[in-house]
């Protein structure tokens, strides 16, 4: 009797054991994939940019007068001769952009951006020939030699392939500075000015663990850029002044030339990105 139990057990486990094997296995988990992000120009951005300017102003060479008695000899004259400036310019930028479409598509976007321009003192030179009444001395007319900065806030829109970015600009600029006069050490500060400025560029996003990005933002960006300035102010007439040095008070006047206060800055730049991818 115990065998035949013994039998039976051990051949209902077979049978059991058989039909496990014969049921359908469970199903893997199907892998789990992780999309690649697609790079977007959208996001806030900060940086600096660092470049070479050069004078684009339209000049008048006509530019001597007589100076008029009582204040000076009959037959003295002031000769003036404008000379092209060009120098070093160099600041920093911050804007915004938004992409209609990641990847490739239209980018727009606003910058504002603030620069120290090095085109010397020297753009006007002037010298008189024959004398001055004692007590009197002429001023040169001012120019780009005194423009010591300047600033834009300019729109922006281009289109990107992907991470290669290229943009038109245009919009708002002003500058301003000092300037030391050659007659008589007559100083004055210059006025502000205002205008426009408009241009393009092209930019390049790096790979994001680019070893620049040593403040972890979402990408570095490199640009080149050409800018054309305008603070003309629709001041086409420039002038020299005869100064009474005992209270710099200005006792007479001549128009001598054009004032264009045109100049193009070409600029390399570096941003730094945050916001999205």
Do not use: H
């Not at 090095?118 to 024959?130: E, L, Q, T, Y």
């Not at 100083?187 to 996003?205: H, K, L, M, P, Q």
């Amino acid at each position: 009797m115990t065998k035949l139990l013994a039998s039976l057990a051990a051949f209902t486990a077979l049978t059991a054991a058989a039909s496990a094997a014969d049921l359908p296995r469970r199903a893997a988990p199907p892998p789990v994939f992780t999309p690649v992000p697609v790079f977007t120009w959208t996001g806030a951005y900060f940086g600096i940019n660092a470049g070479y300017a050069f004078d684009a102003s339209d000049r008048n060479t006509g530019n001597t007068f007589a100076v008029p008695f009582p204040y000076a000899a009959p037959g003295t004259v002031a000769s003036f001769r404008n000379r092209s400036q060009e120098g070093f310019s160099g600041g920093g930028q911050v804007g915004y952009n938004f992409q209609l479409t990641p990847g490739s598509g239209i980018v727009v976007g606003i910058e504002a951006d603030a620069q120290y321009l090095d085109f010397g003192r020297n753009r006007n030179n002037a010298f008189v020939v024959g004398p001055l009444a004692p007590g009197y001395y002429v001023t040169d007319p001012r120019g780009l030699s005194s423009l010591d900065f300047f600033g834009t806030v300019r729109g922006r829109i281009g289109y990107a392939f992907d991470r290669v970015l290229f943009y038109g600009t245009g919009g708002f600029a002003y500058g301003s500075g000092s300037a030391d006069r050659s007659f008589g050490g007559f100083a004055g500060n210059d006025s502000f000015r205002t205008g426009y400025a408009v241009g393009g560029g092209i930019e390049y996003a790096l790979p994001t663990d680019s070893f620049l990005n040593f403040f972890r933002s979402s990408a570095v960006t490199l640009k080149v850029e050409g800018l054309y300035v305008n603070l003309d102010r629709n001041t086409r007439n420039q002038g020299a002044f005869v100064i009474n040095a005992a209270n710099n008070f200005p006792v007479a006047y001549n128009t001598i030339g054009r004032r264009d206060d045109e100049f193009a800055v070409v600029r390399a730049g570096l941003n730094y990105k945050f916001g999205s991818y």
